[in-house]
T-cell receptor, first 114, second 114 residues
Framework: DTAVSQTPKYLVTQMGNDKSIKCEQN?????MYWYKQDSKKFLKIMFS???????INETVPNRFSPKSPDKAHLNLHINSLELGDSAVYFC?????????????FGSGTRLTVV | AQSVTQLGSHVSVSEGALVLLRCNYS??????LFWYVQYPNQGLQLLLK??????LVKGINGFEAEFKKSETSFHLTKPSAHMSDAAEYFC????????????FGGGTRLMVKP
């Protein structure tokens, strides 16, 4: 059983399209996150979500929006995709709100915008 | 604000040699520190973490790291490198506060020569 699962694993789409990436965790964790990893492997936090409280990294464009139907799911919706959105997106979860026990990561979604 | 600096984006060692990956952090409060490993086309996996207590922490796959407050460092070591250790390694810091998120360093690619 995969602890944090993301779908799809690969996503190729055209500029201007809207797409979603789904994330589910079966660990019973309280907090979930989205990270973006660029081509140089740099990891940037995008969102943190805990019990309906959302913290947004202020540098994230408002074309990106997280949606959480329940505690086990945190999906990422992206409007009007741009070339610069091409990256690997990682979902993660943690047992507590401060991440003191570390995060469990999904295997990533490689988004390519053409 | 917290930050992490990993010295050396690429480190190359021979199989059987000592592995030393450097990490320095900046944090206004006692930090929680983590090392993650990322194998090609996979998500990040927690190697080890320091929260409180013993400053020398042991992780999986024979890795260990020592928290040195005076040097604001958390370097990762392994006595003898294996070919399977070739991967990208990330150091991360958290201040443990609710709502805080892990801040990652830029990563170090470890290459192991036969």
């Amino acid at each position: 059983d995969t602890a944090v699962s993301q779908t799809p694993k690969y996503l190729v789409t055209q500029m201007g399209n809207d797409k979603s990436i789904k994330c589910e965790q079966n660990l019973g964790h309280d907090t979930m996150y989205w990270y973006k990893q660029d081509s140089k492997k740099f990891l940037k936090i995008m969102f943190s979500y805990n019990n309906k409280e959302l913290i947004i990294n202020e540098t994230v464009p408002n074309r990106f929006s997280p949606k959480s139907p329940d505690k086990a799911h945190l999906n990422l919706h992206i409007n009007s995709l741009e070339l610069g959105d091409s990256a690997v997106y990682f979902c993660a979860s943690s047992q507590d709100w401060g991440g003191n026990y570390g995060y469990t990561f999904g295997s990533g979604t490689r988004l390519t915008v053409v | 604000a917290q930050s992490v600096t990993q010295l050396g984006s690429h480190v190359s060692v021979s199989e059987g040699a000592l592995v030393l990956l450097r990490c320095n952090y900046s944090s206004s409060v006692p930090p929680y520190l983590f090392w993650y490993v990322q194998y090609p086309n996979q998500g990040l996996q927690l190697l080890l973490k320091y929260t409180t207590g013993a400053t020398l922490v042991k992780g999986i796959n024979g890795f260990e790291a020592e928290f040195k407050k005076s040097e604001t460092s958390f370097h990762l070591t392994k006595p003898s490198a294996h070919m399977s250790d070739a991967a990208e390694y990330f150091c991360a810091v958290s201040d443990g506060d609710a709502g805080n998120m892990l801040t990652f360093g830029g990563g170090t690619r470890l290459m192991v020569k036969p």
